[in-house]
């Protein structure tokens, strides 16, 4: 069965400092996997998504995500946080066009 | 402005009560779905339409009856409403995923429901 597990619900980051936001998947096959994003009272926004083209994916406002299928992993990365980027993230697997959500990372971003 | 939108934005009941939630898109897209997003902010797909033909029905309630008039609308009515129906619900629109596609799927802005 497909699914995505967030390892950490909380993350804290000071502003200016790297972000990793860290996501395993379970698939059968190969899989189509997503990060959304969800700023406070907002809709969900598409960061990026992974079909099989490349393992490494670039997306909005400097995240990327790298696809390992051996950790089955799907981390999302930023270089550098900005105070604007504090939201609930989300790690997502696609099933036959049915979105399957993980349960959400929320970021924090001190000044 | 090219989006998927949803009406209301805030919705507050009692009880008992129908209402329903109302969702457009202008992107083209051949199918839609309605999520629901509980007070720990858990996503769940609810329903899925492809060219207004029902492709996904999760275990919900048969209180919740979606309804797509067109391929650009999504409508949610959901009879004798409850408190544990309070929650964020989202419409959400993408090309045809009835072929096993998996392309992105695009969210309104949510409807917050109520209930009390």
């Known amino acids: 069965a497909q699914s995505v597990t967030q390892l950490d619900s909380h993350v804290s980051v000071s502003e200016g400092t790297p972000v990793l936001l860290r996501c395993n998947y379970s698939?059968?096959?190969?899989?189509?996997l997503f990060w959304y994003v969800q700023h406070p009272n907002k809709g969900l926004q598409l960061l990026l998504k992974?079909?099989?083209?490349?393992?490494l994916v670039k997306g909005i406002n400097g995240f990327e995500a790298e696809f390992k299928k051996s950790e089955t992993s799907f981390h999302l990365t930023k270089p550098s946080a900005h105070m604007s980027d504090a939201a609930e993230y989300f790690c997502?697997?696609?099933?036959?066009?049915?979105?399957?959500f993980g349960q959400g990372t929320e970021l924090s971003v001190k000044p | 402005d090219t989006a998927v939108s949803q009406t209301p934005k805030y919705l507050v009941t009692q009880m008992g009560n129908d209402k329903s939630i109302k969702c457009e898109q202008n992107?083209?897209?051949?199918?839609m779905y309605w999520y629901k997003q509980d007070s720990k902010k858990f996503l769940k797909i609810m329903f899925s339409?492809?060219?207004?033909?029902?492709?996904i029905n999760e275990t919900v309630p048969n209180r919740f009856s979606p309804k797509s008039p067109d391929k650009a609308h999504l409508n949610l009515h959901i009879n004798s409403l409850e408190l544990g129906d309070s929650a964020v619900y989202f419409c959400?629109?993408?090309?045809?995923?009835?072929?096993?596609?998996?392309?992105?799927?695009?969210f309104g802005p949510g409807t917050r429901l109520t209930v009390t």
């Open positions: 959400a629109s993408s090309h045809a995923a009835g072929t096993g596609g998996n392309y992105e799927q695009y």
């Open positions: 698939s059968s096959y190969s899989p189509s």
């Open positions: 992974y079909t099989s083209a490349a393992t």
């Open positions: 997502v697997v696609s099933k036959r066009g049915k979105l399957i």
């Open positions: 992107l083209g897209h051949d199918t």
């Open positions: 339409y492809n060219n207004k033909e029902l492709i």
